[in-house]
């Protein structure tokens, strides 16, 4: 089972990856003279995308989706794949890449 999952979120992975190649970096803006980088595209909390552990105790909640006070566990890879391709729409996905391993939890991290 272990085997199976790592092998899907490797593939699901490896195709954010290859479509953040896609995705045009966050530009600066000018105005007034002055270049400004919007902070919203360049700063990252795990949070904001959610946290992936798909072998996340069913004591939490039974869906692909559980809400545990502030944050967002996601056991279904292709929703949190899909989760990272809308943020990396929204912020730069260079910073996605970099702090992607801050969202994996459990079974993914060994």
Request: no cysteine; hydrophobic share 25%.
């Given at each position: 089972m272990a085997e199976i999952i790592a092998t899907n979120v490797t593939i699901s992975f490896a195709t954010v990856f290859f479509k953040f190649n896609l995705i045009p970096p966050s530009?600066?803006?000018i105005s007034?003279?002055?270049?400004s980088i919007d902070p919203s595209k360049t700063s990252f909390k795990a949070?904001?995308?959610?946290?992936?552990?798909?072998?996340f105790p069913i004591e939490y909640g039974l869906g692909d989706v559980v809400k545990t006070g502030k944050?967002?566990?996601?056991?279904s890879v292709h929703l949190f794949v899909q989760r990272i391709t809308d943020m990396a729409s929204i912020k730069d996905d260079k910073v996605i890449n970099y702090n992607l391993p801050l969202c994996l939890r459990g079974v993914i991290l060994e």
């Open positions: 530009t600066p803006t007034n003279g002055s270049i949070e904001e995308l959610g946290f992936f552990d798909p072998e944050n967002t566990i996601y056991r």
